[in-house]
C-alpha cells in the first residue's frame, strides 16, 4: 500500500519548468507533503513543504491540490545542479515515507 | 553552522564483523532519526529518539541492530554479526522540534551517511 507514488525519471531542458508530480491519495488531514532531493552520494537535501496552501520559497514552488491527493513540485528554471532524485514524502508516524522518487535529468 | 555529521563515510566489514556507526546532529536539535538505503532505493526509517529515549525502533530489521543516543546528542548505531544483506548506505537525520504534524520544527536535515559494505 504505496503511501507516494511518483513517476520513475523526467528529463527537462535546461532553463524551463520542471514539474514534478506526486500522488499521496491517503494523507490524512493534518499530514504535511514534504519535499527533499538526493544528489549522488549526498545525503538528502530539504526543499520545500506544504499542508493545504501552495507554497513557494527560493529554491522552488509547491502546488497541493484541494483535496490534498496530491501535488506537485516546481522548479522554475532548472539547471544543470538540479539532476537529482527527488522525494515527495509524508509522514507516517515518526517517520518520513520516502518511497522510490522521480530521477530528473536537467539535459543541456 | 555545522550541519550533521556522520562518520566513517565509508566502512568495509568481513561478514560476521561488528560496526558502529556515529551521528552528530545540528547542535540542540531534539529529535534524531536513522535511515538505510540499499542501492537504488529511498531512505527507510529504522530508528527515532527523541533527546536520549528511543521512542520508535520499529523500522530496525533484527536484534542485531542496536542504537543508542545516551547523553541526548551523538547517537551510535551498531551491527552486530554483519551479513551481507546489511550493505547499504546509512543515514542520519535531527530535527529542531518533536516527531508529529507541527510543519517547520519537524524538517529533518541529512547527513552524507555512512556506506558500509559487507564481504
Known amino acids: 500500500d504505496a503511501k507516494t507514488t511518483q513517476p520513475t525519471s523526467m528529463d527537462c531542458a535546461e532553463g524551463r519548468a520542471a514539474n514534478l508530480p506526486c500522488n499521496h491519495s491517503?494523507?490524512?488531514?493534518?499530514?504535511?507533503v514534504y519535499w527533499y532531493r538526493q544528489i549522488h552520494s549526498q545525503g538528502p537535501q530539504y526543499i520545500i513543504h506544504?499542508?493545504?496552501n501552495n507554497e513557494t520559497n527560493e529554491m522552488a514552488s509547491l502546488i497541493i491540490t484541494e483535496d490534498r491527493k496530491s501535488s506537485t513540485l516546481i522548479l522554475p528554471h532548472a539547471t544543470l545542479r538540479d539532476t537529482a532524485v527527488y522525494y515527495c514524502?509524508?509522514?507516517?508516524?515518526?517517520?518520513?515515507?520516502f518511497g522510490t522518487g522521480t530521477s530528473l535529468t536537467v539535459i543541456p | 553552522g555545522a550541519g550533521v555529521s556522520q562518520s566513517p563515510r565509508y566502512k568495509v566489514a568481513k561478514r560476521g564483523q561488528d560496526v558502529a556507526l556515529r551521528c552528530d546532529p545540528i547542535?540542540?536539535?531534539?529529535?534524531l532519526f536513522w535511515y538505510q538505503q540499499a542501492l537504488g532505493q529511498g531512505p527507510e526509517f529504522l530508528t527515532y529518539?527523541?533527546?536520549?529515549?528511543?521512542?520508535?525502533k520499529s523500522g530496525l530489521p533484527s536484534d542485531r541492530f542496536f542504537a543508542e543516543r545516551p547523553e541526548g546528542s551523538v547517537s551510535t548505531l551498531k551491527i552486530q554479526r554483519t551479513q551481507q544483506e546489511d550493505s547499504a548506505v546509512y543515514l542520519c537525520?535531527?530535527?529542531?522540534?518533536?516527531?508529529?504534524?507541527?510543519?517547520?520544527?519537524?524538517?529533518?536535515?541529512f547527513g552524507a551517511g555512512t556506506r558500509l559494505s559487507v564481504l
Open positions: 537525520a535531527s530535527s529542531p522540534g518533536l516527531a508529529g504534524p507541527l510543519g517547520a520544527k519537524n524538517i529533518q536535515y
Open positions: 491517503t494523507i490524512s488531514g493534518n499530514e504535511y
Open positions: 506544504g499542508l493545504k
Open positions: 514524502i509524508v509522514r507516517f508516524g515518526n517517520q518520513f515515507y
Open positions: 547542535s540542540g536539535h531534539v529529535s
Open positions: 529518539f527523541q533527546n536520549e529515549a528511543q521512542l520508535d
